[in-house]
């Protein structure tokens, strides 16, 4: 059993194509092929059901899934041993909900790819329960959540970056937000993060009972929705402060005393944290306090 060969396996799960696990690592076909088969003589047992153009790990293959990881996680440790942790190398998935995605992360990856040329970075966007599966199983390395509190996730290390301001927001000619009469429609996002329990907190507190809810797993197609006159919502203020800026939107900031809607920097705790992650997580560190600072020199 070869490291090339686990890299391969893994790839092919990941991209559930044979061609694509090859085009990723640069190797023919045909290589590809031949470590897979290599693989299944040596455990006796086929690590894949070929349904026509299609392919599925078998049992077997969903266990060794978990067990190759672990090997290249080893072999990635044990190679970085004598790397000096000034110059990482290597790829390194990060994980965030699609708000911090767009809102936050490219600033966070320019500057890192910047200062660490030599990491290959790639991006998994999904809701916090999601994020939190994909560290669980070694999908993700590093994920930014989210979320209003850092011990939701106990088999996670999770540390404060920022408390991300969250604002209540609808179309200038709307209906008002307060009032016993108003029954707007609620745009809600991001299902499995918690702050969209603060958007039926801050609805019940004012008394306002929406007619209809609607759900979006895009934030943008949220904002359109709401310029629109769909309806409301509540959203970090940092994915509306071009439509406040431009009039497009109305705004009403939201505040529940004790409650933060926080950025926050999360890893495995049993994982090793390589070179690589170790940079970015700095990075990220630098990044929000420069965002911290702006903000305070503000008020």
Not at 8 to 37: G, N, P, R
Not at 221 to 243: D, Y
Request: proline fraction near 5%; include cysteine.
């Amino acid at each position: 059993m070869e490291i090339r060969q686990l890299h391969s396996f893994v790839k092919v799960v990941e991209y559930e194509s044979f061609s694509k696990a090859a085009s990723s690592l640069d190797y023919a076909q045909s290589t590809i092929t031949s470590h897979i088969k290599q693989l299944e003589e040596e455990l006796g047992a086929p690590l894949f059901d070929r349904l026509g153009k299609k392919i599925r790990l078998t049992e077997v293959g969903a266990h060794f899934l978990q067990k190759a990881r672990q090997m290249l996680e080893l072999y990635e440790e044990s190679r970085h041993i004598a790397i000096p942790s000034q110059n990482p190398e290597g790829i390194l998935t990060i994980g965030a909900p699609e708000s911090l995605a767009v809102y936050r992360l490219p600033q966070i990856m320019q500057a890192f790819r910047r200062s660490y040329p030599n990491v290959y970075l790639t991006l998994k966007v999904g809701d916090c329960p999601d994020l939190n599966e994909y560290i669980q199983n070694g999908e993700v390395d590093v994920a930014i959540l989210l979320d209003i509190d850092l011990n939701t996730y106990e088999d996670l290390e999770t540390e404060l970056l920022f408390k991300e301001q969250m604002v209540m927001v609808e179309a200038p000619e709307d209906i008002p937000l307060q009032g016993e009469s108003s029954e707007p429609t609620a745009l809600y996002t991001e299902k499995g993060c918690s702050y969209r329990i603060l958007f039926d907190d801050y609805l019940l507190h004012h008394q306002i009972t929406p007619h209809h809810s609607m759900e979006f797993w895009s934030v943008e197609a949220i904002k359109q929705c709401v310029k629109c006159g769909l309806g409301i919502a509540l959203l970090p203020a940092i994915t509306v402060e071009e439509e406040i800026e431009q009039g497009k939107l109305k705004v009403e900031e939201w505040s529940k005393p004790g409650v933060n809607v926080m950025s926050i920097l999360a890893t495995h705790k049993s994982k090793w944290k390589s070179p690589a992650m170790k940079a970015f997580m700095e990075t990220a560190r630098e990044y929000f306090e420069e965002v911290s600072d702006l903000v305070h020199s503000k008020k």
